[in-house]
């Protein structure tokens, strides 16, 4: 029902005395909402009214937006309507300013859409006027009546003049709000501005990516809420990003740092292989179906902006922040963001340079004291000793797989040399400029031998105080020469099989895939094959070490290098021991090279080194006493020498072979000598078969 005068003040005197009083009482409103309060309370006064309107024109889109209607009456008003100028009575007004008044809604045909909502409402006529002020048009104010013909050409004038006494209100509103508007947009843009010199700030005092995203972090927080924010870096042996900072205010679990970060199905990767900023209004799994996606969603995340870190055109990563709340980032944001993401890269590059730089100065450092170590212990031989032919057989093999990759097993007696034999691959090898790692796995008890090859992290185990790097990573992109390899134990022979074949490890203790490039060495004085069959050693480990096998022959092989290996020793000791020895007795070298040198080539160095130190003068003296008994040989007590004993022995065996020397049957294989050595020892015998 009407609860309105069913008449407007009797007077036109009346009619602007009440008017007056409404545009002092409207004079003091900074709200629309407010604003047409008042008017719905006095313009009853003035003018017969059910609702008032208020339609402004937006320039931007050439629209007219109904922004304010106020009803004294029991109907359902919406306000908010939007259409473009032509389908509205307000719109004709504000582009000619002329009012226009409709007497009889039924009868109106122009603006069905607009009069098909006011019928609905029970409208029966209305009246628009300008809402113009000196300075602007700003749309029209409508006046509706349930009743029909509510409105007049005789109350034109006076309509006018309350739509220009509501125009002047109307703009002191608007430009107020616009003041605001523009002071917060002022304050907002001082708050990002100061937030971009703090970041900057962050970057220049941070030498670490965890530290600098929570500085980042903190300052993005004051003007960008969020509940996570992430660095994520490419890692290219993976070809997948890794997260390597987290900042969690909210304990979240369902990411940690080193972990990898798909390019497919992440906003991350989406980001980085786009090189732009991608902004999750809403998290939807079929458009990021990554399995670190489900889990986001399953701690609560729900919306996230993902920014690359670019440098000279490179992508080097990604910054990411999170909320928990739906669209909680604008596009203003998303805009700031990337600023700061340009910004970021720029320091994330000088991180990863610093950390690598720091990274390879500790690996050099260890590779030092490691290198130090290793002049202490090694055999220190210049080159290899040697022009048999025995020694020149191994030594071909070595030039012709030198500069392959490929996996070599060297085989041989204790103290034969295969440690020298192992450097020469190296040295031949373009890894010469890398080093060469050594690891005695005889010498390394069984419980810390995988450390010893992997490494391990801080607490992996009781006594792991430090991170420690193993000998594979030591050797990237070097040798690795693993002496004594047969002693390996068999549960871990698996782990040694699989860095082999794939070249990935994880230390003790860490669950991070670590890639290296090293080309394995290995060397062994027991019989593999007896021990695969025996079930002591893997037969895939074996038969992966097995690529290219070299036997290095015993010194008793190859008795015409001992002159040469002794001279090199004599004078190396010598010189050592600062003494001028000149001079080797005739008598002594034979005695040398009779003797059978169970302990090889480690044994002629220790025994020369004795003799160095028990010389005096010019001559090496050496000591015949401990030459005289050799294993498996007769003494020369009595008439039968050690040379005749020898070549007695030999020749026996060439009679019971029918002076057949090589084969199954022959009399190398009788005495248990390769042919060549057996042929070596018949002609320093001079022993020949008859004619």
């Known amino acids: 029902m009407d609860t309105y005068p069913t008449s407007p003040c009797e007077t036109l005197a009346e009619r602007y005395q009440a008017l007056l009083e409404v545009a002092q009482a409207i004079s003091t409103h900074r709200d629309l909402d407010e604003l047409f309060r008042g008017l719905a309370q006095r313009l009853p006064r003035v003018v017969h009214v059910n609702f008032v309107a208020l339609s402004l024109h937006n320039p931007v889109r050439n629209t007219m937006r109904l922004h304010a209607i106020q009803a004294n009456v029991l109907v359902d008003l919406v306000g908010g309507h939007e259409g473009p100028v032509e389908e509205s009575p307000a719109g004709l007004v504000w582009q000619t300013q002329e009012p226009v008044i409709v007497p009889n809604l039924a009868a109106e045909r122009r603006w069905p859409k607009v009069t098909e909502r006011m019928s609905e409402d029970g409208v029966n006529s209305f009246c628009f006027v300008p809402l113009t002020t000196s300075v602007r048009r700003l749309g029209a104010m409508g006046f509706l009546s349930l009743q029909k013909e509510a409105y007049g050409e005789a109350d034109m004038e006076f309509l006018q003049q309350v739509g220009k006494q509501v125009a002047v209100a109307v703009d002191n509103v608007l430009n107020f709000a616009g003041t605001e508007v523009a002071q917060q947009s002022l304050a907002r843009e001082r708050d990002r501005l100061s937030l971009v010199l703090e970041i900057n700030n962050a970057v220049v005092s941070h030498l670490e990516l965890r530290g600098l995203l929570k500085a980042i972090s903190a300052c993005l927080g004051r003007v960008i809420p969020h509940d996570f924010a992430s660095f994520c870096l490419y890692d290219p042996e993976i070809h997948q990003l890794r997260a390597h900072a987290l900042d969690f205010p909210g304990n979240q679990v369902f990411v940690e740092s080193g972990d990898p970060i798909p390019l497919e199905g992440t906003p991350e990767g989406l980001a980085f292989t786009t090189q732009q900023t991608v902004h999750v209004r809403r998290l939807n799994l079929t458009e990021f179906p990554a399995e670190i996606m489900k889990r986001a969603e399953a701690e609560g995340l729900k919306s996230g902006c993902a920014v690359p870190l670019i440098l000279h055109g490179r992508a080097l990563g990604t910054l990411s922040v999170v909320s928990m709340q739906e669209d909680a980032f604008t596009d203003d944001d998303a805009k700031l963001f990337s600023r700061i993401g340009a910004q ?311 009679r019971e072979s029918e002076w057949v020397i090589g084969g199954a049957v022959g009399a190398a294989a009788r005495l248990g000598m390769k042919r060549t050595t057996l042929q070596s020892k018949m002609q320093k015998l001079n022993i020949s078969r008859p004619q």
């Open 344 to 654: 970021v890269a720029l320091a994330a590059a000088n991180l990863m340079a610093y950390q690598e730089i720091s990274s390879l100065r500790d690996k050099l450092a260890k590779e030092k004291l490691y290198l130090q170590e290793e002049i202490q212990t090694a055999y220190n031989f210049e080159e290899i000793i040697g022009d048999s032919r025995a020694l020149k057989l191994v030594l071909k093999e070595v030039k012709t797989v030198a500069a392959t990759d490929s996996t070599v097993l060297i085989l041989g007696e204790t103290g034969s040399g295969k440690e020298l034999v192992a450097r020469a691959l190296h040295n031949g090898n373009n890894r010469r400029e890398r080093t060469f790692v050594k690891l005695n796995c005889a010498a390394i008890p069984t419980g810390l031998l995988e450390s010893e090859l992997f490494g391990h992290e801080k607490g992996a185990f009781t006594g792991a105080i430090a991170t420690k790097i193993g000998r594979f990573e030591l050797a990237d992109r070097g040798t690795l020469f693993l002496d004594e390899v047969g002693e390996i134990p068999l549960e871990l022979q698996v782990k040694l099989l699989r860095v082999l074949q794939e070249q990935e490890f994880e230390r003790l203790g860490s669950t991070r895939t670590i890639r290296v490039n090293v080309r394995i060495l290995a060397a062994t004085n027991r019989d593999l094959d007896h021990m695969v069959e025996e079930q002591k050693f893997r037969s895939d480990l074996y038969y992966r070490l097995k690529v290219f096998p070299i036997t290095v022959p015993p010194l008793r092989e190859r008795p015409e290098d001992i002159p040469s290996l002794v001279r090199h020793f004599a004078q190396k000791f010598a010189l050592r021991m600062k003494k001028r020895i000149e001079t080797i007795p005739s008598e002594a070298m034979k005695a040398l090279q009779a003797y059978h040198w169970p302990g090889n080539v480690r044994e002629l160095e220790n025994f020369i080194e004795r003799a160095v130190i028990l010389t005096q003068g010019p001559d090496l003296v050496v000591s015949l006493a401990e030459l005289k008994r050799t294993p498996g040989h007769l003494t020369n007590s009595g008439t039968t020498t050690l040379e005749q004993a020898e070549r007695e022995h030999i020749l026996k065996a060439l």
